[in-house]
């Protein structure tokens, strides 16, 4: 692997990216224009009807966000003309063929000038219906591969994965990549053409019964993926379809240089643009919430479990170092594990450390004008601690209420009703996030050294390229920039 300027090699370029509108996305574009405003031209795929509505996502889902405050500052009143001139947003869609691009002159346009293609759209729900998630996470990945093979100067191909294709398999996961039918159990017989037939015949059944609405529909989707995943040994439709996603991408590839990134948890940027910029919630930001609005009584993992996270700005900057690095490797497929599990481990302690002071010196305020108080949250350390907890919290109240008032039961059943409801729906969500809150499970990431090693030759770069998690201080990365951030957030 040899690695020149990384800046250098962004001149006159032409990328295509799809997902554009999404976090990670948005970033790993601003980034570009940022560091290299002669960069050729950025094609962007957005899910849109039309240019015009393409064009007007852009605007309003990226460059009307913070995020784009320093091409701003830069440009000035000539940010519409540069942005006009390098960036052009494209109506498309990756799950159709040709990735859902209507216009024939506008395909044979970007077929002749890309010379980088990065697919970063995926749906990352965890319980998302089988029939979207397998259409979006692997069949949408065989078709912007077969989009990029069209390409006559392509020069790499970069596919964001997640890091948990590997499943709940314990101990040190190294980057290797999975072969069509490999399973994470043992289990035969994984045929992806199979799978979607599966969704077929089901959606055909479903639509067939007349009693069956949307929402039931929907919940048989999801109920599917998640039984389609654990067959195989995934715990979520999530990582399942991302992994049949990897194997298409590696068995397709023929001669396209390959590179499949693995980000862990991504978490707010760490410095560029600007520290603790975050869009959506994200698991430990939901439960970071929770702890400062007061709302969170309990939490469900192991206090000594490392959790494995990675600034969003970290794993863009990782993206554009290996397609500097692998651009023009004929046949080659490289993965990089991009995360901190081995090189800068982080307990969940030091979280709820953090999370404790900051919102003890930031108390969160609520609509009365009162600030929240918080304190140590009770720490569940097992599945059956947590089933004790909700039966002791919600059902032997009501045991005891029908033996003391039969009538004020009877009254109160609507209550009980939906707040069985509200249970079952918080014991889905721990099902689901229960393979992370006790993960025993590191990333390797040699591959990853072997890149931040050199950029590290490359001097100057190091500091425009950053994506060593050993350069983070934990504790001060969550109180004083990542939760500030989500709280900021939270606000808009």
């Not at 795929?45 to 830069?74: G, M």
């Not at 006559?152 to 191909?157: A, G, H, P, R, S």
């Not at 490999?182 to 053409?193: A, H």
């Not at 025993?440 to 490359?458: G, H, I, P």
């Amino acid at each position: 692997m040899e690695l020149g300027s990384i800046v250098d090699f962004l001149e006159n370029k032409v990328i295509l990216i799809t997902g554009a509108t999404g976090f990670l996305a948005k970033i790993f574009v601003e980034k570009i224009l940022r560091v290299q405003p002669n960069v050729k031209k950025l094609y962007l795929l957005i899910r849109a009807a039309d240019a015009k509505s393409a064009l007007q996502r852009f605007n309003t889902e990226a460059v009307a966000k913070d995020l784009f405050k320093l091409l701003k500052e830069k440009h000035g009143a000539n940010l519409e003309s540069f942005l006009s001139e390098k960036v052009i947003p494209v109506a498309g869609d990756i799950t159709f063929e040709d990735m859902g691009i209507q216009d024939p002159d506008l395909k044979a346009e970007i077929w002749r000038d890309v010379d980088v293609v990065v697919n970063v759209a995926a749906t990352t729900d965890f319980d998302e219906r089988y029939d979207v998630a397998l259409a979006l996470n692997t069949f949408g990945a065989k078709i912007v591969l077969n989009f990029a093979k069209k390409c006559v100067n392509i020069k790499l191909f970069l596919h964001v994965s997640t890091a948990y294709v590997s499943g709940e398999k314990p101990g040190l996961i190294l980057e290797t990549s999975y072969n069509l039918g490999d399973s994470l159990n043992g289990t035969s017989g994984l045929d992806i053409e199979e799978e979607k037939r599966i969704v077929e015949d089901k959606l055909k059944e479903l639509k067939s019964d007349h009693n069956a609405d949307d929402r039931s529909i929907k919940l048989a989707m999801k109920d599917l993926g998640i039984q389609r995943a654990n067959h195989y040994g995934w715990p979520n439709t999530y990582v399942f379809t991302k992994a049949l996603g990897e194997m298409i991408v590696g068995n397709l590839r023929g001669g396209i240089p390959v590179v499949i990134l693995r980000p862990t948890i991504i978490t707010s940027t760490y410095k560029q643009p600007f520290p603790g910029w975050v869009e959506g919630i994200r698991t430990i930001d939901s439960l970071a919430l929770g702890y400062g609005k007061g709302k969170l009584t309990c939490f469900l993992g192991d206090p000594e479990a490392i959790y494995d996270v990675v600034p969003a700005d970290m794993v863009v900057n990782a993206m554009i170092a290996a397609i500097t690095a692998h651009a023009n490797q004929t046949f080659s497929e490289t993965i990089y594990h991009v995360g901190s599990s081995v090189s800068n481990p982080l307990k969940f302690t030091r979280i709820q450390k953090s999370g404790y002071l900051h919102f003890t010196e930031h108390s969160w305020i609520e609509k009365d004008g009162k600030p929240v108080i918080v304190g140590q949250v009770t720490v569940l350390s097992s599945m059956a601690s947590f089933h004790r907890y909700i039966a002791l919290r919600y059902f032997l109240p009501l045991q005891i209420l029908q033996f003391v008032n039969l009538v004020f039961c009877q009254a109160f059943a609507g209550t009980y009703k939906n707040l069985k409801r509200k249970i079952n729906f918080v014991l889905r969500l721990v099902d689901l996030y229960k393979p992370y809150l006790f993960s025993k499970t590191f990333y390797d990431d040699m591959n990853t050294e072997k890149l931040r090693k050199k950029v590290r030759e490359n001097g100057e770069e190091e500091n425009m390229f950053y994506f060593d998690p050993r350069i983070i201080d934990w504790d001060e990365y969550f109180q004083h920039i990542h939760l500030p951030g989500v709280v900021n957030r939270e606000f808009k």
